[in-house]
C-alpha cells in the first residue's frame, strides 16, 4: 500500500515536472529534406503533388484515398479550390479540410519552407501511438501510415509598401495525421517560440484595417444528402487572438501546445473528439458485430462474464448496447458507458451538426485497477483540475440490474418483437470515473481554455494538495452567474445557486411561478412514405404554464404531408413539459438541473413500419426577453398519416434516469389514428433521449437518481389552412412510483385545479388547503397579478452608467453609450475608445479617454486649426524662448534654437566662445532644481510658496547622475533606482527598516501589478515641475497588492479598499475620528443613489491626473442622499437643495454671509425670470466638465431681475442694463476706471446705428456657448458711429474706414508697424478695380459670422491692380498672375521651393492641342502617378500624339493615327514585340465593333482597379473576340467549359492540373439564330430578381425563405451583362441596365413579353439602378464618366443631376416616399455614401468613416434607415437619412455586390459564393442562401411584389 502511493505520488510528480515544459522545435517530429520530406513550392498559394495513401484513411466517417498539403496551414482531401474561396472564410469550409493554422501564408522570395511526407517509420508510429494511448487510454489503435506537413518559419501575406517594410513575425508548426485501419488521429504540434502572428489581413480589406485570426480546427466540407448538398459537420478549437495563444500556451495532452485529436472511423463518426489524458476511445462497431473484445471507456475488458460473476458479484459491469439503437446515419446517443465519445473530461459536448466547441487542458482521468476499481492513477497521470470523488452509490447498479438489463435487451440475431407499451425502462449504468470533469459553461460559439494548475506536494502525508492560485473562483468568473444568483466558492472550484424567488441551476434563472415562453427553429429533412420534405428553418414558438405544468407547443409553417405524419412526434414539445413540469414533493424539474444550456438527442422508432426519426434539441441561453432559445432538428423517417386524420395518445409515464452531465429514458408509447378511409388504428413507437448538459461539479450533489414524468393530457392538431402543428401537454414530476392514495384529497396544487394566476404560485397547506402567492417579479392578491416594474420602482440591480429595461416578472441592466459590462458582467465600465480604436483623432492628435466618451488633443508642439479638430504645428518661435544671441528655427511639432556666431551654449543659455561653458545639467540635476526652484533656459523660476512639504527631492552624485539609492525624507521609505532615476522593483523598504543592498543584481522582474500601475499613473509633479499635493497616490503592499486600509495624504480621510482597489462602502472616515476596522467584512452592499453617482460623476481631475479647480462636488450623508446645504469650495456660494439635489430658489448666499437656514419650508416656487433663465444656459464647464474661462454670467438680484450694474468678470468691463438685461448706450466702462452710475436716468433712446448693428451681429459665442477665436468686432464711438480706426484683436491689423464701415483704400498697416493716420484726407476715390472687386467678394466669414480657414484672397497693389506675386495663406503655394489676375503658366511653387521670378517674360503660350487635353484629363494628382488603370495617352514635343501607345498597366501596345484613333491589327500584348508604326496601315474592310468577351472583359477589369490580380477571374477571348471555349480563375487549375455566350457548361468544372476537354465556342460555318429574348414570368407571389450576367433570373420566396427549386430564368439576354436591376411594382415590369450593350431597357413581367431599349446613347458603364415608382421615374449611375443621371420610365425627359465629386460611383436606391436619392462611391481613397433630393437639391455626404468598398445598398422600409453592404469592411449596417444611429447588422460578410430589403430581411447577392444570401435583421443571422446551378457572379438584385408595398 504504501509503496502503491509511493509510486502514485512520482507519478503525479513526473506529471507535474512534464506540465511546466512547453514542446521545443527540437521536441517535434523530425522533418526536413534530410529526414526524406517534399518541399511545397514557394509562394502566396501552392498546393502539393498528390499524396497517394496505400491505405484508405478515415476523416470523419468517409473514406479517402489522398491528401494535400497547401501553403495557407491545412491538410485537405481533395484538390484545393483557388484560396480566395476560403482563406478569409470561418468554418465550415465546402471541401476536407484539417487545419493547424488555416491563414493566408506566403512563402515567396525566401519567407520559410513547408516540408511533408507519408511514412511508415516504426519509431516514429510508436511515439504517434503511445500519444494516442495516453490521451485516448484503453483504446485499441497501432497506427500504419502517418503523414506529417511542417511549417517552418513560415510568414503572413502582406501588402508591403513604402511606408511599411515587410514583417519580420514567423510561424513554425507541425500537423501529424496518424491512422489505422479503422481510425485516424490528428496530432497538432506548437513549439514555444513558434508562434508570432495569429492572424492575417484580408487581400480585399482595401483602406479598412481588418484582420482576421486564424482558424484551427476540422472540417468534414459539403456532403450528398438525398437531392441536394449540405454542409458537414465541424469542429473549431479556436475563437479568438486569446485562444490562438492558448495553443502554445497549454495543451490537451498535458504538454503545452501539443494537442491531439479522434478525427475519424471505419464504422461510425458525429464529430472530432479532442484528448484529455484519462479520457476513453469510444469505437463503435458496426450493428451484430460486438463481442468481447470491444473496449468500453471506464470498465475493466474482461474475457469470460460468467466466471467473473461468479467470483466478483458486486462489480460493475458494462451494459448491453442495444443493435437497434445504433445506426452510422443518425447521431450517436450517449451512453454513460461512452460518455467519453461526447464529453470527455475537461471538453464540451458533441455537437453533430458542427459548431465550435470549447477548448481545455485538463488531464485529469481515472482508471481501473484489475478488479475493476477505481485506482489512484495508472499509467501517466496528471493533477485534475479538481479533487476526484468516488463513484456516489446512485452510479453503484447491481447485479440484479445487469440481469434485468439483458433480459429486456433486443437480440440481434433473434426476429423483430414490436414493444409493448409497458412503463418501464431499459436500465443504463453510469460511467463509474465519478463526477465529470466538463469545463464551466460558456456561451454558445464561445471558448473556455481551462489552464491546468500546478500541485503543491505534501511530503509528509502524499496527499496531493491544490493551488488556489490558478482555481476557478468566484472573484474571477462570477460573471458566468445569472444576474439573480449567488456564487459560492468550494474546494475545487465555484458553483452558482438561483437566489430566493428563481429558479434554475445557477448559470441560468428563471423568476418562481412566473410563466414562461421558449422560441426556436425547425429544420431538417423528414422522409413521409418515400417523399422528402424540407424544413427550412420554420418557426417553433412555446409557452409554459408553470403553475400547472401545462405546455403548449406550435409549429409554423408546417407544409403537407408531413404536417400530418409528425403529429404522433409529440416529444418534440415534450421537452419543454418535462423542463417546467409541475413539481410534486421530493422532486424537480429539468429546468433547475440542466439550465437554459444543452443538448437533447432523441431517436423516436415507429412499429410496425420500423421508421426512425431523429431529433435533435440545442438550446442556447435565455434572449434579451429571457425566453428560452432552443432550435431543432429532425432527420429521418415517419409513417405517412392521411390528411384530415386525427391522432390520440393516451397519458403515459416515464422514467428518467439522472447522471452527471446527463440525463436519459427510454420508452414505449401508443397512439390512435382515426381517418375517414381507414377507421381507427393504433400504432406504438419507441423512445429513447439522452439530454445531456454542464453540471457543477464542485458542490455537494444531492439531485435524484431517477424521476417519473406523468403526462396526464397530450393533444395534437394539425391545422391545414394555417400550416401550424401544435402540441400540448400537461405534466407532473415526481419521485418513482408515488400515486396519491386517494385523488381526491391530492392538494389543488399538485392536481393543477388551484384558481391562481398564470403568474402567481400555488402553495400548499394542510389537506386541500393552499395559499396564491405572485411569482417573483409580479404583485397582486395571488389570483389577480401584475407585472412590477423594477425600473420605475427603483429596484433594479442596475448600478452607475446602466440603463433598466423592464421585463416580464424581471429587468435587464443594459449599459449607456460609452460603457461596456465589465469582467463581472453585471458592472458597467468605461470603453476605453481610445484603446479600442474607437478615437478618430487626427493626425498629431492624441486621444484622451474620458467616462463614456474621449476628446483629442493635440501633441506637445502643435495646436488646433480654426475647425478645432485638426492639429496644426505650432511655431514656437513667436513666443521667443531661445536666448537674445540665438536663432530660433521652427520644425514640425517642435524647435530648435542655436546660438549666434562667435557663442556658444545649448541655445536656451548662450556666452561668448571665449568664456569657458560650464557643463549642462544632467537629468537628475534638472528634476532636482526643478523642486527645489533652479534656473530654467529661460531664468530664475521659484517654486510658489517654497517647498511644498512632502515632496520628493531625488539626491544626485558629483557626476549629477541619480544615486543609486533614493529615500523619502518625509515618508522615510528607501529604494534603488536606474541610470534614468526609475525605481527598480521590488527595492523599496518601509521607514525603520534595513534600506536594499543597491549594488545587487535585480531579481527577475515580475510585471506591475494594478496597484502598482495605478501608483505610477498618479501625476505628483506638475509639468512645470511644481509638487502637487492634492493628488491621491495608492498604497501597495510587497506582492503589489493594494492595501487594505488607504488613506489620503492631504485631506486626512481614510477608508477600506478590496482587490480591485475598489472603496469599501461605508468604511471612509475623517480626520481626527480614527481609522476603519478593514477586517470587519462588508454589510451587503445597498446600490448607489442618485447623490452618489453625481458625485463619482464629476471630473474633479483632469485626464492628465492634475486637481481641477473650480470644479462643484456635491456633499451627500451617510445615508448617500443629498445633504440640505450644499456650498462650492472654490466660489464659497452655499445654497440648500431639495432631496433631488435641486437648488431651492432663493436659499444661495455669497461668500462672506450667513449661510442659509435650510430647514424653513420653501416658499411657493415662482417661476425663473428671464435674468435666471439666461444666467442658467450660459455653459461655464465644456462637455468634458472643465471651467471655460472668458464667459459671461449675468448677475441677477434676490427677485431674479437683472442688477441694474453688470460686469464681465474675465475682461473687467463694467456697464448698465435695462429691466431687459440690454446694455445700455453709453454706460459701458473699461477696466480702472470708476464704475458707472445706474441711477441716472437714460437719455432718450436714439435707434442703433448700423455700427451698433453690425457689432452686434458678429457671432462672437459658438452655439455652444463658447468664445470663437479670431472674429473682428467693430468699434464705435459713443454716439454710436465707426471709429475711423479699427484694430483687429487677432491678427494686429490696423486701418481707417469712412463713416459706413468701409475701409478706406491703402490705409492697413501690418502688426508691429504704426497706426494709419486717419485724419488725412482721402484722395477723390476712384472706382474699385477688378482686383479689389474679387478681394471684397470672397467670402471670409460663413453666414453664421464664423471664419472659414483655407480661402484664397486676392491681394492688389496701392493702385487696386494685382500684384505680379500671389501666395495662398493657408497652402503656401505662389505663382505670378497677368494684369486680368490670371495665373502665368509654370509659374505655380509649392511651399518651400523659394517665390516664383515675375519679372521674367512668359513664352509666347501655344493652345492646347487635342493629345494634351486628353492626356491633362485623365492625369490624376496621386504620388503614384496614374491610378485606377486608365490609359494615359503619350504626346510628343509639338503635342501631337506619338505613333506608338502602350498601356502601362496592362502592358498591351499598339499604333494609332494623327487623331489618336488606334490603328487596326497593330495591338501586341505583354511580352512580344512591339508594332512597327512606320508600316503602312492596312486599311479593314469594315470596323469590327467590341464583342461581348471583350466588352465583359474590359469592365471587369475596370472593376478591380485596372490591375486585376492573380486569383481574380477574367473572360479568355480568343484573337477574334469570342470566347475561348474553357475558362479558368486567373493562372489556376479551376476551370470549366463555356458555351458560344461565355455561359458555363453544366459539369464541366475541374479543379485538376488536367483541364477539361471543351468544344470550340464558334461553330463553322452554319449559324443558327439565336432564341428571342422573350420574358418567362416567375410563379405567383413575390420573388427575388437576380442579373447573373446574360440572364435574368427568377428566384420564388416562401414567407422570407428562398424557394430553390421553382427558381428559374425570367429573362435570357445573349450578349449582355446585366448589373442594375430595378422593378416597377405599379406596371410589374423589370428595369436594367446592360454594360455590354451600354443601354437601358425593361419588360413587362407577362409570358413572352419582350425586352424594350429604353436609352442607347451616351452611356460607357451603366451600373446601379434605381425606379422611383411614384414620380414615374428612373435614375443610374455611369461609373466610367463618373455622373448620376435621371429620366421618366419611358426614356424621355433625360438629364444630368451630378457629375462631379465622384470616383467610382456604384449603388443607387431612391426612397420614393420622401423623395430622397442616396448612392455609394467606393473611391479606394475616400469612399463615401451621399444622399439628395430626387431633383438634384440638397446634396449631401451621409456615410465617410469606417467604409471601404460600399458595394450594397438598400432601404429599410419599417426602420427608415438606409442600409449598406461592405465588401471592405465585410460589415453590414443601417444608418438613419439624418445620419444618426449606425449600427452593425452583421460583421463577417464575403463579398456583397447588390442588395434589397424584404419582410425584415436583407438578400444578397455575393461574389465569393456566386449566390444571393438571405440574413435576417432581427436576429442578425444567415437565414438562407441559394447558389445557381450555373456557378458565376451574380450582380443586381431586387424584390417583385404582386403589389407595391
Not at 463509474?432 to 454558445?444: A, I, K, M, Q
Amino acid at each position: 500500500m504504501a509503496m502503491g502511493k509511493v509510486t502514485i505520488f512520482l507519478l503525479q510528480l513526473t506529471w507535474t515536472v512534464h506540465l511546466v515544459t512547453a514542446i521545443q522545435r527540437k521536441d517535434i517530429f523530425p522533418y526536413g529534406t534530410l529526414s526524406g520530406d517534399f518541399t511545397l513550392q514557394e509562394g502566396d498559394d501552392e498546393t502539393s503533388k498528390v499524396l497517394a495513401l496505400k491505405r484508405p484513411l478515415y476523416f470523419y466517417g468517409s473514406q479517402f484515398n489522398e491528401l494535400y498539403v497547401a501553403t495557407n496551414g491545412i491538410i485537405s482531401a481533395q484538390d484545393l479550390p483557388m484560396e480566395k474561396q476560403y482563406v478569409d472564410d470561418g468554418f465550415p469550409t465546402d471541401f476536407p479540410v484539417i487545419a493547424p493554422f488555416l491563414a493566408d501564408i506566403d512563402t515567396s522570395k525566401g519567407k520559410g519552407a513547408i516540408y511533408y511526407r507519408v511514412t511508415e517509420s516504426p519509431a516514429l508510429l510508436n511515439r504517434v501511438a503511445q500519444e494516442v494511448h495516453r490521451g485516448f487510454p484503453g483504446g485499441q489503435f497501432t497506427p500504419t501510415h502517418a503523414v506529417i506537413a511542417t511549417w517552418e518559419n513560415v510568414a503572413a501575406y502582406e501588402e508591403v509598401t513604402r511606408a511599411t517594410g515587410p514583417s519580420n513575425m514567423l510561424n513554425t508548426f507541425q500537423a501529424v495525421v496518424a491512422y489505422d485501419e479503422n481510425d485516424s488521429y490528428a496530432l497538432f504540434l506548437y513549439p514555444e517560440d513558434g508562434l508570432h502572428f495569429f492572424g492575417t489581413r484580408p487581400k480585399e480589406s482595401y483602406n479598412v484595417e481588418i484582420e482576421l485570426p486564424a482558424r484551427v480546427g476540422f472540417s468534414r466540407g459539403e456532403v450528398s444528402f438525398i437531392f441536394s448538398r449540405m454542409e458537414g459537420p465541424y469542429y473549431s478549437v479556436t475563437s479568438n487572438e486569446q485562444s490562438l495563444k492558448n495553443l502554445y500556451q497549454v495543451g490537451n495532452t498535458g504538454v503545452p501546445g501539443m494537442w491531439l485529436f479522434h478525427i475519424g472511423n471505419r464504422y461510425s463518426f458525429e464529430n472530432v473528439v479532442p484528448a484529455a489524458v484519462g479520457g476513453a476511445l469510444a469505437t463503435p462497431r458496426p450493428r451484430g458485430q460486438e463481442g468481447d473484445d470491444s473496449t468500453t471507456a471506464g470498465y475493466p475488458e474482461v474475457e469470460n462474464h460468467e466466471t467473473f460473476e461468479e467470483e466478483e458479484p458486486d462489480e460493475d459491469y458494462p451494459p448491453i448496447a442495444d443493435p437497434d439503437f445504433q445506426s452510422p446515419t443518425i447521431p450517436e446517443f450517449l451512453q454513460p458507458s461512452h460518455l467519453d465519445h461526447g464529453a470527455l473530461p475537461g471538453q464540451a459536448r458533441l455537437q453533430p451538426y458542427g459548431g465550435d466547441l470549447p477548448l481545455t487542458s485538463d488531464p485529469q482521468y481515472r482508471e481501473h485497477d484489475n478488479h475493476g476499481k477505481p485506482s489512484p492513477a495508472s499509467g501517466p497521470s496528471g493533477p485534475g483540475e479538481y479533487p476526484a470523488r468516488e463513484p456516489e452509490p446512485r452510479n453503484q447498479p447491481s447485479l440484479e440490474d445487469v440481469k434485468q438489463q439483458q433480459q429486456l435487451q433486443p437480440q440481434a440475431q433473434a426476429p423483430q418483437v414490436v414493444p409493448q407499451p409497458e412503463h418501464t425502462v431499459l436500465e443504463v449504468f453510469p460511467n463509474n470515473r465519478g463526477e465529470s470533469s466538463d469545463p464551466p459553461l460558456t456561451p454558445r460559439g464561445g471558448h473556455f481554455v481551462s489552464v491546468v494548475e500546478e500541485e503543491d506536494v505534501d511530503f509528509d502525508t502524499g496527499v496531493i494538495q491544490y493551488s488556489t492560485e490558478t482555481k476557478e473562483t468566484c472573484a474571477r468568473f462570477q460573471q458566468q452567474c445569472s444576474q439573480n444568483a449567488d456564487c459560492t466558492d468550494y474546494s475545487s472550484g465555484f458553483c452558482c445557486h438561483c437566489r430566493s424567488g428563481f429558479y434554475g441551476n445557477g448559470r441560468h434563472c428563471l423568476p418562481d411561478g412566473a410563466p414562461h415562453r421558449v422560441n426556436g427553429k425547425v429544420s431538417g429533412t423528414v422522409i413521409v412514405g418515400s417523399t422528402p420534405v424540407h424544413l427550412n428553418s420554420v418557426d417553433l414558438h412555446a409557452y409554459i404554464v408553470v403553475s400547472d405544468g401545462r405546455a403548449y407547443t406550435a409549429i409554423s409553417e408546417v407544409p403537407e404531408p408531413v404536417g400530418w405524419a409528425l403529429m404522433p412526434v409529440a416529444p418534440i414539445g415534450e421537452l419543454f413539459g418535462w423542463l417546467f413540469a409541475l413539481e410534486l414533493p421530493n422532486s424537480q424539474a429539468g429546468f433547475k438541473i440542466t439550465g437554459a444550456e444543452f443538448t437533447r438527442h432523441a431517436e423516436v422508432t415507429f412499429y410496425p413500419g420500423n421508421q426512425r426519426l431523429s431529433i435533435v434539441q440545442m438550446a442556447q441561453g435565455l434572449d434579451s426577453e429571457n425566453h428560452l432559445s432552443v432550435d431543432t432538428r429532425l432527420h429521418g423517417d415517419v409513417p405517412f398519416i392521411a390528411p384530415g386524420a386525427t391522432v390520440q395518445m393516451e397519458p403515459y409515464k416515464e422514467t428518467y434516469q439522472y447522471y452527471p452531465s446527463v440525463v436519459r429514458s427510454t420508452s414505449v408509447r401508443e397512439f390512435t389514428v382515426v381517418s375517414a378511409e381507414r377507421g381507427s388504428e393504433t400504432f406504438t413507437f419507441q423512445l429513447h433521449q439522452n439530454i445531456t448538459y454542464h453540471d457543477c461539479r464542485h458542490g455537494l450533489r444531492a439531485g435524484p437518481e431517477t424521476l417519473q414524468l406523468t403526462t396526464e393530457r397530450v393533444f395534437v392538431m394539425y391545422v391545414k389552412d394555417e400550416n401550424i402543428l401544435r402540441y400540448a401537454i400537461t405534466n407532473k414530476i415526481s419521485p418513482v412510483g408515488v400515486e396519491p392514495s386517494d385523488p381526491a384529497q391530492v392538494n389543488p396544487c399538485y392536481s393543477g385545479t388551484h384558481d391562481c394566476d398564470t403568474t402567481a404560485q400555488c402553495l400548499p397547506g394542510e389537506g386541500q388547503q393552499y395559499q396564491c402567492q405572485c411569482a417573483t417579479g409580479y404583485r397582486g392578491d395571488g389570483r389577480n397579478c401584475y407585472d412590477v416594474d423594477e425600473c420605475v420602482e427603483g429596484l433594479s440591480l442596475c448600478g452607475a452608467h446602466a440603463q433598466c429595461v423592464n421585463l416580464p416578472g424581471s429587468h435587464r441592466c443594459q449599459c449607456q453609450s460609452g460603457y461596456k459590462f465589465g469582467f463581472d458582467g453585471r458592472t458597467c465600465i468605461d470603453v476605453d475608445e481610445c484603446v479600442e480604436g474607437l478615437g478618430l483623432c487626427g493626425a498629431h492628435a492624441q486621444c484622451v479617454n474620458l467616462p463614456g466618451s474621449h476628446r483629442c488633443q493635440c501633441q506637445s508642439g502643435y495646436e488646433f486649426a480654426f475647425d478645432g479638430r485638426t492639429c496644426i504645428d505650432l511655431d514656437e518661435c513667436r513666443s521667443q524662448p531661445c536666448h537674445p544671441q540665438a536663432t530660433c528655427s521652427n520644425t514640425l511639432g517642435s524647435f530648435q534654437c542655436q546660438c549666434q556666431h562667435n557663442f556658444q551654449g545649448d541655445g536656451f543659455q548662450c556666452v561668448p566662445s571665449n568664456v569657458h561653458p560650464e557643463r549642462p545639467k544632467t537629468q537628475c540635476e534638472q528634476h532636482r532644481d526643478s523642486l527645489q526652484g533652479g534656473l530654467s533656459p529661460r531664468g530664475p523660476r521659484p517654486v510658489p510658496g517654497g517647498l511644498a512639504p512632502g515632496a520628493f527631492v531625488p539626491q544626485c552624485d558629483e557626476q549629477g547622475q541619480y544615486r543609486a539609492l533614493q529615500c523619502h525624507g518625509s515618508t522615510g521609505h528607501c529604494w534603488c533606482v536606474d541610470s534614468r532615476g526609475q525605481e527598480r522593483a521590488g527595492t523599496r523598504t518601509l521607514p525603520r527598516t534595513p534600506p536594499t543592498n543597491c549594488d545587487g543584481p535585480d531579481h527577475t522582474e515580475r510585471p506591475k501589478s494594478q496597484c502598482e500601475h495605478h501608483r505610477d499613473s498618479v501625476q505628483t509633479t506638475s509639468p512645470e515641475g511644481y509638487s502637487i499635493v492634492e493628488g491621491f497616490v495608492p498604497q501597495c503592499d510587497e506582492q503589489g497588492q493594494y492595501r487594505a486600509l488607504q488613506c489620503h495624504g492631504s485631506t486626512g480621510h481614510c477608508w477600506c479598499v478590496d482587490n480591485r482597489g475598489q472603496e469599501r462602502a461605508g468604511t471612509r472616515k475623517p480626520p481626527g475620528t480614527g481609522q476603519p476596522n478593514c477586517d470587519e467584512p462588508d454589510l451587503p452592499e445597498r446600490p448607489k443613489t442618485h447623490c452618489e453617482q453625481h458625485k463619482d460623476s464629476v471630473q474633479a481631475i483632469s485626464p492628465e491626473g492634475y486637481p481641477i479647480p473650480g470644479v462643484f462636488v456635491p456633499e451627500c450623508d451617510e445615508q448617500g442622499q443629498y445633504r440640505a446645504l450644499q456650498c462650492h469650495g472654490s466660489t464659497g456660494h452655499c445654497w440648500c437643495v431639495d432631496s433631488r439635489g435641486q437648488e431651492r430658489a432663493g436659499t444661495r448666499k455669497g461668500p462672506g454671509t450667513s449661510q442659509p437656514n435650510c430647514d424653513e419650508p420653501d416658499l411657493p416656487e415662482r417661476p425663473k425670470t428671464h435674468c435666471e433663465q439666461h444666467k442658467d444656459s450660459v455653459q461655464t464647464i465644456s462637455p468634458e466638465g472643465y471651467p471655460i474661462p472668458g464667459v459671461f454670467v449675468p448677475e441677477c438680484d434676490e427677485q431674479g431681475q437683472y442688477r441694474a450694474l453688470q460686469c464681465h468678470g474675465s475682461t473687467g468691463h463694467c456697464w448698465c442694463v435695462d429691466s431687459r438685461g440690454q446694455e445700455r448706450a453709453g454706460t459701458r466702462k473699461g477696466p480702472g476706471t470708476s464704475q458707472p452710475n445706474c441711477d441716472e436716468p437714460d437719455l432718450p433712446e436714439r435707434p442703433k446705428t448700423h455700427c451698433e448693428q453690425h457689432k452686434d451681429s458678429v457671432q462672437t459665442i459658438s452655439p455652444e456657448g463658447y468664445p470663437i477665436p479670431g472674429v473682428f468686432v467693430p468699434e464705435c464711438d459713443e454716439q454710436g458711429q465707426y471709429r475711423a480706426l479699427q484694430c483687429h484683436g487677432s491678427t494686429g491689423h490696423c486701418w481707417c474706414v469712412d463713416s459706413r464701415g468701409q475701409e478706406r483704400a491703402g490705409t492697413r498697416k501690418g502688426p508691429g508697424t504704426s497706426q494709419p493716420n486717419c485724419d488725412e484726407p482721402d484722395r477723390p476715390e476712384r472706382p474699385k478695380t477688378h482686383c479689389e472687386h474679387q478681394r471684397d467678394s470672397v467670402q471670409t466669414i460663413s453666414p453664421e459670422g464664423y471664419p472659414i480657414p483655407g480661402v484664397f484672397v486676392p491681394e492688389c497693389d496701392e493702385q487696386g491692380q494685382y500684384r505680379a506675386l500671389q501666395c495662398h495663406g493657408s497652402t503656401g503655394h505662389c505663382w505670378c498672375v497677368d494684369s486680368r489676375g490670371q495665373e502665368r503658366a509654370g509659374t505655380r511653387k509649392g511651399p518651400s521651393t523659394g517665390q516664383p521670378n515675375c519679372d521674367e517674360p512668359d513664352h509666347p503660350e501655344r493652345p492646347k492641342t487635342h493629345c494634351e487635353h486628353q492626356r491633362d484629363s485623365l492625369q490624376t494628382t496621386s504620388p503614384e502617378g496614374n491610378v485606377d488603370g486608365a490609359f494615359v495617352p503619350q504626346c510628343d514635343e509639338q503635342g501631337q500624339y506619338r505613333a506608338l501607345q502602350c498601356h502601362g498597366a496592362t502592358g498591351h501596345c499598339w499604333c494609332v493615327d494623327s487623331r489618336g484613333q488606334e490603328r487596326a491589327g497593330t495591338r501586341k500584348p505583354p511580352g512580344t514585340s512591339q508594332p512597327n508604326c512606320d508600316e503602312p496601315a492596312v486599311v479593314p474592310p469594315t470596323q469590327v465593333p467590341e464583342t461581348v468577351c471583350e466588352r465583359w472583359r474590359a469592365s471587369l477589369v475596370d472593376h478591380y482597379g485596372g490591375l486585376p490580380e492573380p486569383h481574380h477571374y477574367l473572360p479568355q477571348c480568343d484573337p477574334q473576340g469570342q470566347f475561348n471555349p474553357i475558362q479558368c480563375y486567373g493562372d489556376s487549375s479551376y476551370c470549366w467549359c463555356v458555351d458560344r455566350d461565355g455561359r458555363e457548361v453544366a459539369g464541366t468544372r475541374s479543379h485538376d492540373v488536367v483541364k477539361p476537354a471543351c468544344v470550340p465556342t464558334v461553330a463553322p460555318p452554319t449559324m443558327h439564330p439565336l432564341p428571342r429574348p422573350d420574358v418567362t414570368p416567375p410563379p405567383s407571389g413575390t420573388s427575388l430578381l437576380y442579373a447573373q450576367g446574360q440572364q435574368i433570373g427568377a428566384l420564388p420566396l416562401n414567407g422570407t425563405l428562398m424557394d430553390s427549386e421553382r427558381s428559374s430564368t425570367l429573362l435570357a439576354l445573349h450578349g449582355s451583362i446585366v448589373v442594375g436591376i430595378d422593378y416597377d411594382c405599379r406596371e410589374k415590369k423589370v428595369y436594367w441596365t446592360d454594360l455590354a450593350g451600354r443601354t437601358i431597357n425593361r419588360a413587362r413581367l407577362e409570358p413572352g413579353a419582350e425586352p424594350e431599349t429604353l436609352i442607347n446613347t451616351g452611356l460607357t458603364s451603366p451600373e446601379g439602378l434605381a425606379v422611383d415608382v411614384v414620380r414615374r421615374a428612373m435614375f443610374w449611375v455611369d461609373s466610367t464618366p463618373d455622373k448620376i443621371e435621371r429620366a421618366n420610365l419611358d426614356g424621355s425627359g433625360r438629364q444630368t443631376l451630378f457629375d462631379t465629386d465622384m470616383v467610382n460611383p456604384r449603388a443607387i436606391i431612391v426612397d420614393s416616399s420622401t423623395g430622397t436619392l442616396y448612392w455609394t462611391d467606393w473611391n479606394r481613397e475616400a469612399p463615401k455614401i451621399e444622399r439628395s433630393s430626387v431633383d438634384g437639391h440638397s446634396r449631401k455626404v451621409l456615410v465617410k468613416d469606417g467604409i471601404g468598398l460600399p458595394n450594397a445598398l438598400t432601404f429599410d422600409t419599417a426602420m427608415r434607415q438606409v442600409c449598406w453592404a461592405d465588401a471592405g469592411t465585410k460589415r453590414l449596417e443601417c444608418i438613419a437619412s439624418d445620419g444618426t444611429g449606425r449600427r452593425v447588422i452583421h460583421s463577417n460578410l464575403n463579398y456583397p455586390f447588390s442588395m434589397v430589403f424584404y419582410a425584415n430581411h436583407f438578400y444578397f447577392t455575393d461574389w465569393r459564393r456566386d449566390g444571393v444570401i438571405a440574413l435576417s435583421r432581427d436576429s442578425s443571422q444567415f437565414t438562407d442562401e441559394y447558389l445557381p446551378d450555373q456557378r458565376s457572379h451574380l450582380y443586381g438584385v431586387t424584390i417583385a411584389t404582386t403589389h407595391c408595398l
